[in-house]
């Protein structure tokens, strides 16, 4: 029972109906009621009342944004040595204390409640308090060791003093969707009524985050919901609904006008108990979740299923007691790479709330967790952490000491080793002009024979793309568009430890006859233009290093420099934009100087110009070998039989091209079925005296050579054009072009 606390002065009606309210709101655990009515009477009771401060305390306590605020509350009911105080006073205090990494005074109150449960015979009461003794202990030491990692707050455009939490980031870092509470007025901060989770969608324009909106869906706007792991491509997304003590994961699918479809619940993890996290592999075939569900080893466990046939599933799996503890596991996200999984936990060895943890597949095994350490984690929570698929930025909610409010929404850059993947992000075109076009894209790595799953087919709207996959491979990319025959292109990715983005741009289009074969204008073949850029910049670099102005400049030159051999280093958008930044600074802040110098530096700013968005794969096989200032374009030429291609079980049929083009010429091969045998040819020039229409002898062989390739391949169609100069009337010019084109075909022929 409680008991009564005395006043120091003569009690008012008024002020005996609030205290009794108050604690009428504290005993029915309605914290921020009862919180509004004790600071209308404190400065009217007596200071050192313990029970008072007790009540006063612990409704800050439970309070989302003032925890902090108890702490001399608590130390006065301690001081008070009021038999009414329950000695987990002490705990909470020296949690808050902890919590501001004052960790003498955390394990000095610690200790007193060992020693009170010691004295009393409670081994749980103990063992509770040696465990927040070492954790203390552990934060110290992380703290001391602490990480070489940049812990950026995402700020007010995203945070708020509400919780901010569950951030989801696509592949390309481009888009980012998280879950925040309902944003109502500061009032509402300190409301008995528990408002809403939401899910807002942000997105990355010039390297800022955009102000986020609601996430168009229907029932976000009424609801509870949350987000929970955002597929590679961008275009699915898992989402909770429900509340703290059960709800399910839903999906929904990206619309046309940016819109998200209905949710629909998947089954397949789906229980009448609390499924509240997931992540997907790039490949679809495995989910990770956290569930409450019973048969576990403690609290929320993470769970696994994985896919048996197109639309089946296997059982639930509990990853085991490795991963799993007595305490809480939760917000798993499991990489690209599909052996590191990251997790939060209460459990394991942390330095307070929940930590982030990592652990990596060896075969069947999963590795002992390791936490990541001080500064990604903290005396507070912190959770729901992804991290991009380049294994350097990370993003995670945590409610530390330097926020907003509630969880607030943090980023990181690490530089520990990256993980060896390749993105390859690119546009399919078709047309003249070229707009996007409906179509799928199948890789099928010929190494193992099988189709590469971690690849999202374009978006109709825009022809964007977009791969993941791991390096030192050949894969074969098949595009089937809608109104072409399929294509195959042959991708390269050499082997490399770290991290690229690249980028490729690729443009169908009907190739037309003008009557040799067929007698009238019509499609003859189809051809695949490839846009591809790589430049060795180390190689640019050494060249202008040798020019005797180099050591004039080279002040003004060495931050740029210095950028470029990073971006060797790590070459990803944020490394693009900073280059590009810098080139037009350079440019403001040099003037003349600058000017001075603009032809022994051109090369290397045309180089930046054109880095920001061609860089791509096929020309990865350039590296450290190649230096160039123009854009490589590959044009693969291909006829209109469809020959099988294998992989697997399945077969698909397919064009492959009769020859490439690039900058020496035509790549020409032999066979259809043997790659190995290639021919190559120049494109065929002729020139003529003003007014003729002879052939000169200079070019019969050239002629004759391409007479032997049409009749090596007799489904080989060419196109001859005409042209004259200027001189004349055009009318008379038209004529001549048309008998120097029939001159053509009638030695061909």
């Known amino acids: 029972m409680l008991g009564s606390i005395t006043f120091g002065y003569a009690q008012k009606d008024g002020d005996q109906k609030l205290y009794k309210d108050a604690v009428n709101h504290f005993e029915k655990a309605e914290y921020m009621d009862a919180l509004k009515l004790f600071k209308r009477i404190q400065d009217k009771t007596i200071k050192n009342d313990g029970y008072f401060c007790y009540m006063f305390g612990m409704c800050y306590f439970n309070s989302d944004l003032e925890k902090v605020k108890s702490i001399p509350y608590f130390e006065k009911a301690i001081d008070s040595q009021d038999k009414r105080v329950p000695q987990e006073t002490l705990l909470y205090v020296g949690e808050m204390h902890h919590f501001l990494h004052r960790f003498a005074k955390a394990k000095m109150y610690f200790g007193k409640y060992k020693d009170d449960a010691q004295n009393a015979g409670d081994e749980t009461r103990k ?12 934060a110290e ?11 950026k707050n995402l700020g007010l455009v995203v945070n708020s003093p509400w919780a901010e939490h569950s951030p989801v980031i696509s592949a390309d870092e481009r888009i980012l969707i998280f879950t925040a509470t309902e944003r109502q007025s500061v009032q509402d901060l300190y409301s008995k009524q528990a408002l809403d989770d939401r899910i807002y969608i942000s997105y990355r324009k010039d390297s800022v985050w955009t102000i986020p909106s609601l996430l168009r869906f229907d029932g976000n706007e009424d609801g509870n919901f949350g987000s929970v792991g955002l597929y590679p491509d961008g275009q699915k997304l898992m989402i909770y609904k429900g509340n703290k003590k059960s709800g399910s994961i839903y999906l929904c699918i990206s619309q046309p006008d940016s819109s998200w479809s209905d949710p629909e619940k998947i089954s397949h993890i789906s229980s009448k108990f609390w499924e509240g996290s997931a992540s997907i592999t790039p490949d679809e075939n495995t989910i990770y979740f956290s569930s409450n569900r019973p048969g576990g080893y403690g609290g929320k466990d993470i769970y696994k299923v994985e896919r048996t046939g197109f639309d ?7 990853l085991g007691p490795m991963i799993n503890t007595p305490e809480d596991e939760d917000s798993p996200f499991i990489h690209p790479d599909q052996k590191t999984l990251y997790f939060s936990s209460k459990g394991h060895d942390g330095m307070g709330g929940f930590d982030i943890f990592k652990t990596k597949r060896l075969n069947i095994e999963w590795t002992v967790p390791v936490n990541l350490g001080f500064p990604i984690n903290s005396t507070g929570d912190d959770i729901y952490f992804v991290m991009s698929a380049d294994g350097q930025n990370g993003y995670f909610a945590s409610n530390r000491t330097d926020g907003f409010g509630d969880l607030d929404l943090y980023s990181l850059r690490m530089p520990s080793e990256s993980i060896p993947l390749t993105m390859i992000r690119g546009k399919i075109l078709a047309g003249d002009p070229a707009v996007a076009v409906k179509a799928k894209i199948k890789v099928v790595d010929r190494e193992t024979n099988k189709q590469v799953k971690y690849v999202y087919n374009p978006n109709p709207k825009t022809g964007k793309y ?3 996959f791991p390096p030192g491979k050949n894969y074969d990319m098949i595009i089937e568009a809608e109104g072409y025959t399929p294509h195959l292109i042959n991708i390269y990715v050499p082997q490399q430890t770290y991290f ?25 073949g189809e051809q695949v233009s490839v846009r591809n850029t790589f430049y060795d910049i180390r190689q640019v670099v050494s060249d202008s290093s040798r020019s005797p102005q180099f050591n004039t400049y080279q002040k003004e030159y060495e931050p740029l420099l210095t950028l470029i051999e990073k971006l060797i280093q790590e070459t990803d958008s944020s490394g693009l934009s900073k280059l590009e930044m810098t080139v037009e600074n350079m440019v403001e802040d040099t003037g003349s100087v600058f000017n001075a110098v603009e ?22 096989r350039n590296i450290d070998r190649i230096t160039s200032n123009d854009a490589l374009q590959n044009e693969y030429y291909y006829g209109q039989d469809l020959v099988p291609y294998y992989f697997g079980d399945d077969t698909l049929y397919t064009t492959s091209p009769f020859y490439t083009y690039d900058r020496d010429g035509m790549l020409v091969r032999d066979s259809v079925g043997n790659p190995e045998i290639n021919h190559r040819l120049k494109r065929i020039t002729l020139y003529y005296p003003s007014g003729e229409v002879a052939i000169s002898k200079v070019y019969h062989q050239d002629l004759t050579n391409l007479v032997a390739l049409l009749k090596a391949h007799p489904n080989f169609a060419i196109r001859v054009d005409g042209y004259t100069d200027e001189v004349g009337k ?7 072009s048309k008998r120097r084109s029939d001159m053509v075909k009638q030695f061909l022929i």
Not at 141 to 151: E, R, T
Not at 312 to 318: E, G, H, Q
Not at 515 to 523: E, K, M, Q, R, V
């Open 141 to 151: 030491n992380m703290i001391y060791d602490s990480l070489s990692v940049a812990i």
């Open 312 to 318: 089946t599933w296997s059982k639930p799996i509990n």
């Open 599 to 620: 032809t022994q530096y051109s090369p290397l700013i045309s180089l930046l110009d054109q880095i920001i968005e061609t860089t791509d794969s096929i020309a990865l």
């Open 730 to 736: 055009d009318k008379d010019n038209m004529i001549l």
């Open 127 to 138: 063992k509770n308090a040696e465990d927040l003794i070492a954790m203390t202990d552990r």
């Open 466 to 468: 977009l791969m993941i």
């Open 500 to 524: 690229y983005e690249l980028y490729q741009e690729i443009h169908l289009s009907d190739i037309r006859g003008d009557g040799l074969a067929t007698g009238n204008d019509t499609i003859i």
